[in-house]
């Protein structure tokens, strides 16, 4: 099986994941909670095929979905903290549709 996964794809989850992370520490700063130290990169190895870094991708977005579903279900935050985990959670969903339309074209 030959994937080619579309570039675009890549960095537009890269860049959505960049301003997720951004708008949640924002608000990490307005409410004084401290951002835990970041030391992914030590567990972080590149994946060894285009298949497997998909395989990672939807993974990853399942996870995503399934830790706001539980925050959002379980706990009550602020209403700016609640729009931001809604508006993540969706566009969880969103690349989750794209990455396994990806998935479905290259099968």
Not at 1 to 17: C, P, V
Not at 30 to 35: D, E, G, V
Request: net charge neutral.
């Amino acid at each position: 099986m030959n994937i080619l996964l579309s570039h675009e794809l890549f960095y537009s989850l890269k860049e959505a994941g960049q301003m997720h992370l951004s708008a949640i520490l924002s608000l990490g700063d307005k409410y004084h909670i401290q951002a835990p130290v970041n030391i992914t990169k030590s567990y972080l190895k590149p994946p060894l095929t285009e298949r497997v870094a998909l395989m990672v991708l939807v993974q990853g977005e399942k996870e995503n979905i399934r830790m706001y579903e539980i925050l959002l279900t379980h706990h009550h935050f602020p209403e700016d903290v609640t729009k931001t985990f809604k508006r993540i959670l969706s566009n969880s969903k969103d690349h989750l549709k794209l990455l396994e339309n990806e998935w479905y074209i290259h099968k």
